[in-house]
């Protein structure tokens, strides 16, 4: 069964999506303080996501709308042991169509320094290379708004 993109509604899934991200991007990099109840997931023009594989939570990304043009892309991540299956990559275009769908032409994120190579293979663009963790961009469609 191919995957597809979920919005965060129920308990069940808030509950996914925060296992998921503390998992692996705070405790399997060896991060503490980690938490649920961080505001800025619920904010009306952010918009927490899970990537379902076979009716299974497999991954997250947070979508924050900025204005009518700019998307902020955060905290990417997909299962330790599901990783390097192509889930990355779907997560990530899903993400992309789900943006378009809301009207915006350019997204951004800031890059893990070991996941600049995977953002540079789906097209995105390094604008900050002298950060902690690189700020990338990708146009959504012709004529996006310039960096």
């Given at each position: 069964m191919p995957s597809?993109?979920?919005?965060?509604?129920?308990?069940?899934?808030w509950s996914a999506y925060h296992s998921i991200r503390k998992r692996v991007l705070w405790e399997d990099r060896g991060l503490g303080g980690y938490d649920?109840?961080?505001?800025?997931?619920?904010?009306?023009?952010?918009?927490p996501l899970l990537l379902m594989q076979d009716g299974a939570p497999v991954g997250t990304a947070r979508l924050d709308v900025v204005d009518q043009h700019l998307g902020i892309v955060?905290?990417?991540?997909?299962?330790?042991?599901?990783?390097?299956?192509?889930?990355?990559?779907?997560?990530?275009s899903q993400v992309e169509t789900y943006a378009r769908g809301?009207?915006?032409?350019?997204?951004?994120?800031?890059?893990?320094?070991d996941a600049e190579g995977f953002y540079h293979r789906l097209g995105w663009?390094?604008?900050?290379?002298d950060?902690?963790?690189?700020?990338?961009?990708?146009?959504?469609?012709?004529?996006?708004?310039p960096s």
């Open positions: 597809h993109l979920k919005r965060v509604e129920s308990d069940g899934d649920e109840r961080h505001p800025d997931d619920r904010l009306a023009d952010n918009h955060r905290l990417v991540a997909i299962e330790s042991g599901l990783q390097r299956r192509g889930l990355g990559r779907a997560l990530m809301l009207g915006l032409v350019r997204l951004e994120v800031n890059a893990a320094r663009e390094t604008v900050h290379s950060r902690k963790n690189p700020l990338m961009t990708k146009a959504l469609k012709a004529g996006g708004i």
